[in-house]
């Protein structure tokens, strides 16, 4: 008789639950801070590309030298989908670990080509060919980093905490965006304009490459997840057999789970783009627009955490996804609108209030994606929807948008993210309820794979694995 068979219980010789082992801790700061570093260099070029984008892609004009460097920048979520679909089922068959260390050494490498490059006057159009080169090192760094990193977290969490360990990954990719936006803040209020452009952006940059070594020596000490040493020891299957069990078995969950990213339209709108439209439409100095930014984040922090606790609690699917879509459908418009209103006051409020509500929407978004998917296609199910999603629609956020302000239509910004989020508001009432208050919550190696069950079981029927709740 076969079964299928959870592992998120699985017992170890000595009968301990291998999610308790004491390098819990270390293990979610190797994953937490690790994200940190990734995210912290993937955000500054988009909050830098208005002060490097002359020197690096001169143009007739400014406008023209900041298109050139979105497209540069978009080239990195293009990437992501291909390293995606590629090293995500790597990560299911070999590890987590592995792939991000990895993921984090790609990053930390693109940062510090960026940093390190001469300007267009001194080597010409080697200049733009090494920030292609280093846009796609992040490119396929991010691909593989996103995913991985919220398996790693989720699957190290004990069953009633999944959702605050999940809202971690998230939590590391607003403080990332903190960083990374009080580093641009820094540099752009320190240097006079001539020092800025010359030399001043690239201090951050840098100094991401320099703390990515700290991320990757954090993470090759590291412990692999229990969860996936459990599924991999029964699913021997290769990486591209397992992308195909993927599309075969779980097309419904991969549907759901680009829904759940779609909105990251609004992220990178709000994380790379906000300061710049500001400056374009209302003339807010860039400086200020920054620090603004930087205040209206810390409360993005402080959400995250607190509703993915409280996910545990009250569940996922119901509220937070819900709640979140819908702030931001009703507040993305007049948002905008108010930045015409001048004061730093003004610009804050607006900040924080659209962090207020994609905090609701990152804090759980992460676990449910999880908890989709066995662990055996875990990371495969969220790499091949969640990159394809980004690359679509977070890569070209700032070029789009910009696109809009060029033409003179600013507001259609906002309706553009709204759309987008309305439709996936729609999918949201599709998702089963993942949380689960039950300690002995799990989720399933997957509904293909096997083990043989002693022939005197009491139930003697198969059961097909899957989501608690779902």
């Given amino acids: 008789m076969t079964t299928s068979r959870s592992v998120s219980n699985a017992m170890t010789p000595d009968g301990a639950n291998p999610l308790e082992h004491k390098g ?3 293990n979610l700061l190797a994953g937490t801070i690790g994200h940190f570093v990734e ?4 955000y500054l070029y988009g909050l830098l590309a208005a002060v490097f984008s002359a020197q690096i892609f001169p143009t007739h004009s400014q406008f023209a030298s900041l298109i050139a460097a979105f497209l540069t920048y978009a080239i990195g979520f293009i990437v992501r ?9 790597v990560a299911d068959r070999y590890g987590r670990r592995r792939v991000m260390a990895l993921g984090i050494s790609g990053m930390a490498l693109g940062a510090l080509i960026i940093g390190l490059t001469p300007p267009y006057a001194s080597v010409g159009v080697l200049a733009p060919i090494m920030f292609v080169v280093a846009r796609i090192l992040q490119g396929i760094s991010a691909g593989s980093e996103g995913q991985s990193a919220i398996a790693y977290l989720v699957e190290h969490a004990p069953a009633k905490r999944r959702g605050l360990f999940g809202s971690f990954t998230n939590l590391a990719s607003g ?11 820094i540099v752009t209020s320190s240097f006079a304009p001539d020092a800025l452009a010359a030399y001043g952006w690239r201090f951050p940059f840098i100094f991401g490459g320099i703390i990515g070594v700290v991320g990757l020596v954090m993470r090759a000490r590291s412990d692999e997840s229990p969860e996936f040493e459990a599924s991999a020891s029964i699913d021997q299957k290769s990486a591209p057999k397992k992308l195909l069990e993927l599309l075969r ?5 991969i549907f759901q789970t680009a829904a759940l990213s779609a909105p990251t339209v609004a992220y990178y709108t709000w994380a790379t783009f906000l300061p710049t439209y500001a400056n374009l439409t209302s003339g807010r100095d860039l400086a200020s627009t920054l620090v603004g930014s930087v205040i209206g984040l810390v409360l993005l922090v402080i959400v995250v955490p607190i509703t993915g606790h409280l996910s545990d609690r009250l569940g996922r699917r119901k509220i937070f996804p819900i709640i979140g879509a819908i702030g931001m459908i009703v507040l993305f418009y007049p948002l905008l609108l108010l930045l015409n209103v001048p004061g730093f006051g003004t610009y804050v409020a607006v900040a924080a209030s659209g962090w207020l509500v994609l905090g609701i929407w990152q804090s759980v978004y992460p676990t449910i ?3 989709l998917f066995p662990a055996a296609v875990r990371v495969s199910g969220i790499g091949f929807a969640h990159q394809l999603v980004i690359a679509l629609f977070g890569g070209t956020a700032p070029l789009i948008a910009a696109a809009f302000v060029g033409a003179g239509h600013p507001m259609l910004v906002a309706v553009y993210m709204i759309v987008i989020v309305a439709i996936c508001l729609v999918v949201y ?3 089963p309820e993942t949380g689960s208050r039950n300690p002995q919550a799990t989720v399933s190696v997957t509904d293909s794979i096997t083990v ?3 022939k005197t079981a009491k139930d003697p029927s198969p059961r097909k694995g899957k989501s608690v709740g779902a």
């Fill in 249 to 253: 078995n779980h097309p419904k969950a």
């Fill in 429 to 431: 009432f599709t998702l």
């Fill in 24 to 26: 819990r801790t270390k």
């Fill in 452 to 454: 043989v069950e002693d």
């Fill in 175 to 185: 403080l990332a965006t903190l960083a990374a936006t009080g580093a641009a803040a």
């Fill in 369 to 371: 994606q999880a908890e």
């Fill in 81 to 89: 989908p291909l390293s995606g679909i590629i090293l995500s089922p």
């Fill in 39 to 42: 995210w912290y260099d993937w």
